[in-house]
């Protein structure tokens, strides 16, 4: 029986697991991707004036008009001391 073949064949094997084995690491790591940036957040909605608003909705008011949300405007109250503020609202044109 012959070893020669087996010998070199096992030498082979362990030549090419050392050199696999020493290969650099950072050529067989996965490319590193930065993080996508994460977009700015909205602009805060542009401050109403309350007075405004409600003159408005009164102008706009019908018996089929659908209900304003208010949940995400931003008020500012200018006339919060002006006791006219809304008078001619609901006094005869």
Known sequence: MNSKPIGLAL??????????????SDTMAPPVVAP??????????????????VTDQFA?????TDP?????????????DNPDAFSGLLSDP
Do not use: H, N, Y
């Open 36 to 53: 996508p940036t994460p977009e700015p957040p909205p602009e805060p909605p542009a401050a109403i004036g309350f007075t405004d608003f």
């Open 11 to 24: 030498l082979a094997f362990v030549a090419c697991t050392a050199i696999t084995g020493c290969s650099d």
């Open 60 to 64: 706009a008011t019908a018996d089929t």
């Open 68 to 80: 304003e949300q208010v949940d995400d405007k931003d008020f500012t109250f200018d006339d919060e």
